[in-house]
């Protein structure tokens, strides 16, 4: 077994134990944690790794958000239906987005996913009657359950969680090591000369875009189904910086980064929440001094600095 | 002769009323040296960037071992059997020179083999964990050429790969390119000695067309030649 | 109210609309056209001039005409200055490499957003306008076949909106003078062409983007202390006019004044007419992927030169 499998299995391992040992409070914030670092991880399959920064990525979260829930509210689809449901949702809006986003680089690409995110925001407030909008909907909790386990009691949450947590750890994890991961890599790091080795750039990019899309969508329907609540919020545009904050804050183009990232922010913002309404402004903070001083995020300054071998 | 691995026809390039190349007839027999070589602004890149599918051509056609790859897009044309070095070094400087050339080997089929292989032909086996971006100037063209041996290409086009090498870095270079087997190579070319000493045939473009093609020593006697490059030829 | 006037009445605020919005995105113009640079933080700029308009009007306390004034001459020098410091302290810092700036603007976008909410407070709160009578508008009817003029109740603009008009386009004039007849605008403009070409040229390169920097936010500035009166302070306001802004600059053109104006005009009169028939949502799902297609399509925009 490799190091880098290794440091992952015993992440996991650890996570698994912490439940047992943290407090409920605690407990609770991991689950959360844990949802938005995939949400992270899936982001970082584009932004970190292939360098695709979009702020479109609420749009994903979304689709897979809106497509368990709704099937599952309006519909009375099961919980493994309502699932597949909401990846294929989640990969077909990517697909179709990053076909026509990816005909454009750089600044550009960047303001054409921020766009599709607004409208794909703007529709989930035009169909109010059956997404109730800003104000969302919950989804009750016998909807919630799976195999006998109630998943919104604190221990299936958390290791619900944990599960998919773990599955797209180890899925992101296997595709950077692969021959597929390392091209994407390449890709960012120059294209042109990509390019010229004979790998075919925009197909790369439009697959690794419908990877982290689908991740975010999975991302968006566990939310809906472990949290019990679907809401147009998630779908706005705010909730595209989140994960590009939690991948910078971690360490863009690290597996583990996302999870760091994640867990700083939430922590910071839980903590900051008490003296004021204004947690965001500690967002607005940590960005600008991370690029201004830590453009490696956490781990990616480790990596170079001490431990080349970081997955 | 020889069958020809590479063959243009008509080959133009256009730019808002400028033509960079004009029809150029262009045909390159298997396993040959050629020299592309020209004064500044005769079109050689240009050219080579339609050869290879960086540049979109106006109008003609190019012929890669009897196939029309005209309306291929680059990465296409590589993975048929081609490699392409930049005039400007262009290598993945935050990588190792390991995964560099990997990378390169990985994509034209190759393995780890095929990397240590590379990498010891070209003097880089020490460097291999080292980051590219870190390495000499030297070191990053060699390294770019190391690539380009690792998509083991039935035809290798260099543009200027000489260019900013030490001398002793340009003697090792001609060693490199006339010890490869099985690989037509074209290259562009300012430095003489180089295209003197490698070189079987050379093709001199002046003002986006053909001017002259001959052995070097034909070449090297060719009036006209010598006039483009001291610039009292006529277009 | 008949069709007619109700869509003069519709084509009136959009022009409202429309000027108020080419001064604001003509602010990210010329950023992005001399600086190449993305300023997500630009709506934040327009917010901070009508809050400090706001503070600026209560503080003096007198005739609301001479808080006004003092409000349109302060918040864009202040807020100019911000941006201006900003720059210096942040963009030049990290070079304006184009990700890292866009993200140092959305950070930069948080802290006054949220920094706002902190010390103005989540409430809306009006500024009153300097001047305010209601002027009717005549419309023609048919009568006994001849035509003859009649005031439609509702249809009336009033001489403030009269006014924001005016002054925006003065204030347009005035930027296009500067840019095209002034030294400092030739500067700008050498800056934009070729920026190694103009520090050989002694040209002080930084000092030159800090100033545009600051331009860029004042304009936005000063086209929110125009809007105050009209509608009111708050501290989200900024999002939709930076929406807009990039709607208008992109499909405009970017660093083109003269497509800046036509978009302008096309949004702010659509914006409004087409919420008469649709409702606003809609409208603005359909303008937001119309801008998406148009970068993707036709990366430079209606009237913009295509990039080298």
Redesign the interface.
């Known amino acids: 077994m490799n190091r880098a499998l290794a440091l992952h299995l015993s992440v996991i391992a650890a996570l698994g134990a912490a439940f047992f040992v943290l407090p409920v409070y605690h407990a609770g914030n991991l689950a959360r944690i844990m949802v938005l670092a995939i949400y992270a991880m899936g982001f970082n399959l584009a932004f970190g790794y292939t360098g695709l920064?979009s702020l479109g990525h609420a749009l994903f979260f979304g689709a897979g958000m809106y497509g368990l829930s709704l099937s599952m509210q309006h519909l009375g689809t099961p919980l493994l239906p309502a699932m597949a449901i909401a990846l294929i949702a989640a990969a077909v809006v990517t697909a179709v987005v990053g076909a026509?986003?990816l005909?454009?680089k750089?600044?550009?690409f960047?303001?054409?996913t921020l766009?599709?995110a607004?409208?794909g925001y703007?529709?989930a407030?035009?169909f109010s009657r059956w997404t109730r909008g800003e104000e969302g909907f919950v989804l009750p909790q016998h909807l919630r359950q799976f195999a006998g386990v109630d998943l919104s009691s604190a221990m299936g949450r958390y290791y619900a969680a944990l599960f998919l947590f773990a599955v797209t750890l180890l899925l992101i994890g296997a595709i950077v090591r692969a021959p597929f991961g390392r091209s994407l890599i390449a890709i960012r790091e120059n294209e042109a000369r990509a390019t010229m080795l004979g790998y075919d750039v925009q197909r790369l990019k439009w697959l690794a875009l419908v990877i982290s899309g689908t991740i975010s969508g999975l991302a968006g329907a566990t939310y809906a189904l472990l949290f019990g609540y679907a809401g147009a919020s998630f779908a706005a545009v705010p909730y595209s910086?989140l994960p590009?904050l939690y991948v910078?804050l971690g360490g863009a183009g690290t597996t583990l980064g996302p999870l760091v990232g994640a867990a700083f922010m939430i922590y910071l913002f839980d903590l900051s929440a008490d003296i004021?309404?204004?947690?965001?402004?500690i967002?607005?903070?940590?960005?600008?001094l991370?690029?201004?001083f830590l453009?490696q995020g956490i781990l990616g300054t480790l990596r170079k600095r001490a431990l080349p071998w970081l997955p | 002769m020889a069958a020809l691995i590479l063959q243009t026809k008509g080959l133009t390039k256009t730019y808002a009323g400028v033509q960079a190349n004009t029809d150029i007839d262009f045909a390159l027999p298997q396993g040959q040296i050629r020299a592309l070589i020209g004064p500044n602004g005769a079109g050689k890149s240009t050219f080579v960037g339609m050869l290879c599918g960086r540049i979109e051509a106006t109008r003609g056609t190019v012929m890669f071992d009897g196939q029309d790859i005209s309306r291929l897009p680059a990465h296409r044309r590589i993975a048929l059997g081609i490699a392409y070095t930049f005039q400007i070094t262009s290598i993945f400087p935050g990588l190792s020179v390991h995964e560099n050339v990997g990378l390169a080997a990985r994509r034209a089929g190759g393995n780890e083999a095929t990397v240590s292989d590379v990498l010891a032909r070209v003097g880089l086996t020490d460097r291999a964990g080292q980051s590219a971006g870190d390495l000499s100037y030297g070191h990053q063209r060699i390294l770019e050429i190391g690539m380009g041996f690792a998509q083991k290409p039935r035809l290798f086009i260099l543009d200027e790969p000489t260019q900013g090498l030490a001398e002793s870095e340009v003697a090792e270079f001609k060693a490199l390119i006339t010890g490869l087997e099985n690989t037509t190579i074209l290259l562009i070319e300012h430095n003489m000695s180089v295209v003197m000493e490698t070189a079987e045939f050379i093709t001199v473009l002046n003002h986006g067309a053909v001017l002259a093609e001959g052995t070097p020593d034909e070449i090297r006697a060719n009036a006209h030649v010598q006039a483009a490059y001291l610039g009292t030829e006529d277009a | 109210m008949d069709f007619g006037p109700h869509l003069m009445l519709a084509m009136l605020e959009g022009a409202v609309t429309a000027a108020i919005l080419a001064l604001t995105a003509m602010g990210l113009s010329v950023v992005f056209g001399v600086m190449r640079v993305?300023n997500v933080a630009h709506g934040e700029f327009y917010m901070l001039g009508a809050v400090i308009a706001w503070f600026i009007a209560t503080t003096l306390g007198t005739h609301p005409a001479l808080g006004f004034v003092a409000a349109l001459v302060i918040a864009p020098v202040l807020v100019g200055a911000l941006a201006a410091a900003a720059d210096r302290i942040?963009l030049q810092?990290?070079d304006y490499d184009?990700?890292?700036t866009?993200?140092?603007t959305?950070?930069?976008?948080?802290?006054?957003?949220?920094?706002t909410?902190?010390t103005f407070g989540?409430d809306a709160r009006p500024v009153e306008p300097p001047f305010n009578s209601r002027i009717p508008l005549p419309w023609v009817e048919w009568v006994d076949g001849k035509m003859a003029f009649y005031y439609p109740w509702g249809l009336s603009i009033t001489s403030y909106k009269l006014f924001v008009i005016a002054a925006a386009a003065m204030i347009l004039i005035a930027l296009w003078l500067f840019m095209t007849r002034t030294k400092a605008g030739l500067i700008m403009r050498a800056t934009q062409q070729d920026s190694a070409m103009a520090q050989a040229f002694g040209i002080p390169v930084s000092k030159v983007y800090a100033l545009v920097f600051g331009l860029g936010a004042a304009l936005a500035a000063m086209g929110a202390v125009l809007v105050v009166p009209i509608q009111q302070a708050h501290y989200l306001m900024g999002g939709d006019p930076l929406?807009l802004s990039?709607i208008v600059v992109?499909i405009g053109g970017l660093g083109s004044l003269p497509g800046t104006v036509i978009a302008a005009l096309l949004i702010g009169m659509s914006d409004g007419i087409i919420s008469v028939f649709f409702?606003p949502?809609?409208a603005?799902?359909m303008a937001?992927?119309a801008?998406?297609?148009v970068?993707?399509?036709r990366?430079q925009g209606l009237l913009g030169k295509k990039a080298h």
């Open positions: 920064l026509l986003a005909r454009t750089g600044v550009a960047m303001i054409v766009m599709f607004q409208a703007l529709t407030l035009y910086i590009l910078l004021t309404d204004a947690y965001m402004l967002a607005g903070v940590v960005l600008v991370l690029t201004m453009p | 993305v942040i810092h990290i184009p990700e890292r866009i993200v140092a959305i950070g930069l976008l948080y802290i006054i957003q949220q920094g909410l902190m989540p929406l990039f992109i409702s949502t809609l603005k799902i937001t992927l801008v998406a297609m970068l993707v399509f990366p």
